[in-house]
T-cell receptor
């Protein structure tokens, strides 16, 4: 089946650091990728929708200048948390929308990135 | 805004028991996912449904579009089924929209 690789799986860094998270579709082209965030004991929440070659669409309450999304190719989207602070500590997970042979199960999830800001 | 409610929030059962997890949603949808999230956070998509019933191994998922309700069943449950099970829906309008998630059901199967 379709595979989505997310890297890194865990990041621990100091407040003020910018952190980049990569999401790659390994064996299919993903015209759309989604970024989600999950705080402890909370449900996953959609942060933004990333379309290849165009600007990301952010959900209400998500700062686009803080969470920079780049979807430069059909297999890669990146989320950069700029000047991260402890309140940004969370579990970030991406998913990719496939078409064609995998269209019966259109969203494929990465394994997530656990971000801890000290 | 689409609300997704799951029940129960927590469920502890003995190995071999039949498990049912329920999901209700408030607006029209194009599809519903059942997802399994492991302790490390990784998510596996179990089913995507738009109508009827699907079965995969010991897992069965059903959906009633009119009643805006879906259930996930696990037969002959096993400790390795212990995980958080999440219901997620695509709003009507197609799959190119992000999912709205329920809060999940934390399932523990004791040997």
């Amino acid at each position: 089946g379709a595979v989505v690789s997310q890297h890194p799986s865990r990041v621990i860094c100091k407040s003020g650091t910018s952190v980049k998270i990569e999401c790659r579709s390994l064996d299919f082209q993903a015209t759309t990728m989604f970024w989600y965030r999950q705080f402890p004991k909370q449900s996953l929440m959609l942060m933004a929708t990333s379309n290849e070659g165009s600007k990301a669409t952010y959900e209400q309450g998500v700062e686009k200048d803080k969470f920079l999304i780049n979807h430069a190719s059909l297999t890669l989207s990146t989320l950069t948390v700029t000047s991260a602070h402890p309140e940004d500590s969370s579990f970030y997970i991406c998913s990719a929308l496939s078409r064609g042979v995998y269209s019966n199960q259109p969203q494929h999830f990465g394994d997530g990135t656990r971000l801890s800001i000290l | 805004k689409n609300e997704v409610e799951q029940s129960p929030q927590n469920l502890t059962a003995q190995e071999g028991e039949f498990i049912t997890i329920n999901c209700s949603y408030s607006v029209g949808i194009s599809a519903l996912h059942w997802l399994q999230q492991h302790p490390g956070g990784g998510i596996v998509s179990l089913f995507m449904l738009s109508s009827g019933k699907k079965k995969h191994g010991r897992l069965i998922a059903t959906i009633n579009i009119q009643e805006k309700h879906s259930s996930l069943h696990i037969t002959a449950s096993h400790p390795r089924d212990s995980a958080v099970y999440i219901c997620a829906v695509h709003a009507r309008g197609g799959g190119a929209d992000g999912l709205t998630f329920g809060k999940g059901t934390h399932l523990i199967i004791q040997p």
